[in-house]
């Protein structure tokens, strides 16, 4: 595991990095997690074929509401923690990132190849959504953000290198929004792999962090800030390195994910990352 330093307006920020085991940094007052078998999608009889597999999961903030997406291209869900499953009305390919908003339990996106769905009522029904043109790559990574002025955020990490966000333009955030690749907006480089939204973006910090891999070269950890469009050291209030915190040289990521914390009055959060 390594440790590195980085600072996101003023407040310090311990990033664990985990690179093939994911350690969980718990308050003294809380007891151990655990899985049930009992709660697996896989062993409900009559839920999932043999052969297939879970791809990509995301649970809501009140904690019982989730969303599975499955290789024989269908998305589950759950209301109730796990016990029970039902299939949404998802229809696409096969999903290979889902994500659900922090603030809605019913706004959730799927991406599977280059296109993204969305439900903004728990699954019941899906629409697409793409800039102009479609997304030019494949999807990595989707990642829902609060809702903000007259939109809610967006954020899409694509194989060819591009990087989206649904979003005003800068400096107008409470404008119409847009799709706009703003991966050519300089001080960033690599193929994003994975992205989130602040716990505090809906509070005026506007920040995605994104983990990018160069080729043969670097993984690295970067700050993206919405409102202003500037990247890590082109934004001075983060206090950021040019093209973002080197992560791991030895070795090139090809997926990675991010958990960040809720808000917490604890003045260095920990942000647990993992890359293979």
Same mark, same amino acid.
């Given at each position: ?7 996101i ?27 049930? $078998? ?66 809605s ?10 296109? $993204? ?12 959504t793409s ?47 847009q ?40 993984s ?51 942000v ?5």
């Amino acid at each position: 595991m390594k440790n590195k330093f980085l600072k996101i307006l003023g407040v310090g920020l311990t990033v664990a990095v985990l690179a093939s085991l994911l350690v969980a940094v718990a308050p003294v007052s809380a007891g151990n997690e655990a899985f049930s $078998l009992d709660s697996s999608l896989a062993l409900i009889p009559g839920k999932l074929a043999a052969g297939t597999d879970i791809l990509d999961i995301a649970v809501a903030a009140n904690g019982t509401t989730g969303y599975a997406g499955v290789s024989d291209n269908t998305v589950w869900k759950t209301s109730d923690g796990g016990n029970n499953w039902a299939k949404t009305a998802y229809a696409g390919g096969t999903p290979s990132s889902v994500a659900v908003a922090p603030d809605s339990a019913d706004y959730v996106a799927v991406a599977s190849g280059t296109n $993204l769905y969305i439900s903004m009522n728990g699954g019941i029904v899906f629409g697409t959504t793409s800039p102009t043109g479609g997304f030019a790559s494949a999807i990595n990574d989707v990642a829902v953000g609060p809702a903000v002025g007259s939109g809610r955020n967006v954020a899409v990490s694509a194989s060819g290198g591009e990087f989206y966000v649904f979003a005003p333009i800068p400096g107008d955030i409470f404008g119409g929004y847009q799709w706009t690749n703003v991966k050519t907006s300089g001080n960033v480089v690599g193929t994003p792999l994975a992205a989130a939204f602040s716990p505090s973006f809906a509070t005026g910090d506007y920040t995605i962090v994104v983990v990018t891999a160069e080729n043969a070269t670097a993984s690295r950890l970067n700050v993206y800030n919405t409102y202003f469009g500037k990247w890590n050291a082109d934004y001075a209030l983060y206090g950021a390195t040019s093209f973002g915190t080197v992560l791991a040289t030895t070795a090139l990521a090809t997926k990675a994910d991010i958990a960040l914390p809720a808000l917490t009055t604890d003045s260095n959060p920990y942000v647990l990352l993992m890359w293979h």
